[in-house]
């Protein structure tokens, strides 16, 4: 069975802090990896990666993965209140499926 | 605006009603998809549809059912033999097979009493 795992579950930073997340998997299949954050309603797209080691970076998210390891991160440096939401790792795998983890619920106190 | 929309935000309804929860995108995207999110389990895949008049279970397919019977469109039925139909339900949609993305609606909360 696919699984998708992310640590952790829930986060309390202050501003500025930096924070490291983290999603795991096992799958058949894997095609891609997908992050998105999810305010109140719609989540929205972060990064995709497919390839090992490359960083993709935008303002201050960024995100890497290692598929020898089976993970991948996504780092928010100078964290800002309108960080504060959830934080989706979903997995792409065949048949042009997404198998999401539950989610990093990520507080940024200020 | 190019977008997908879901409707309606907030739906209430007694056990045993069947209810219908509408998906429409104008972005032209081949495949679409049904989401359920319940609290502190991530998105559940319920229905896809990778092109129009065919489409696939998901994870969680019992006591749900769709159509597609128009590339914009696909609604998703909760029928009376779900156990436990409370929940958000998010629609996506995607370009095709390749680098692409899905797109999410802004969801239905669908309370059912």
């Known amino acids: 069975e696919d699984k998708v795992v992310q640590s952790p579950l829930s986060l309390v930073v202050h501003e500025g802090d930096t924070v490291t997340l983290n999603c795991s998997y096992e799958?058949?299949?894997?095609?891609?990896l997908l992050w998105y954050k999810q305010e109140k309603k719609a989540p929205t797209f972060l990064f995709m990666l497919t390839s090992s080691g490359i960083e993709k970076k935008s303002g201050r998210l960024s995100s890497i993965l290692d598929k020898k390891e089976l993970f991948s991160i996504l780092n928010i440096t100078a964290t800002q209140t309108g960080d504060s939401a959830i934080y989706l790792c979903a997995v792409e795998v065949d048949g042009n499926k997404l198998v999401f983890g539950a989610g990093t619920i990520l507080r940024v106190k200020s | 605006d190019g977008g997908i929309t879901q409707s309606p935000k907030y739906l209430f309804r007694k056990e045993g009603q069947n209810v219908t929860l509408s998906c429409e995108q104008n972005?032209?995207?081949?495949?679409m998809y049904w989401y359920r999110q319940d609290p502190g389990q991530g998105l559940r895949l319920i229905y896809y549809?990778?092109?129009?008049?065919?489409?696939q279970k998901g994870d969680i397919a019992e006591g749900y059912s769709v159509s597609r019977e128009k590339k914009e469109s696909f609604p998703l039925t909760v029928t009376s033999a779900q156990k436990n139909p409370t929940a958000f339900y998010l629609c996506?949609?995607?370009?095709?097979?390749?680098?692409?993305?899905?797109?999410f609606g802004p969801g239905t909360r669908l309370t059912v009493t």
């Open positions: 799958v058949t299949n894997f095609r891609s």
């Open positions: 972005l032209n995207h081949d495949a």
């Open positions: 996506a949609s995607r370009a095709g097979q390749g680098a692409y993305e899905q797109y």
């Open positions: 549809s990778q092109i129009v008049n065919d489409f």
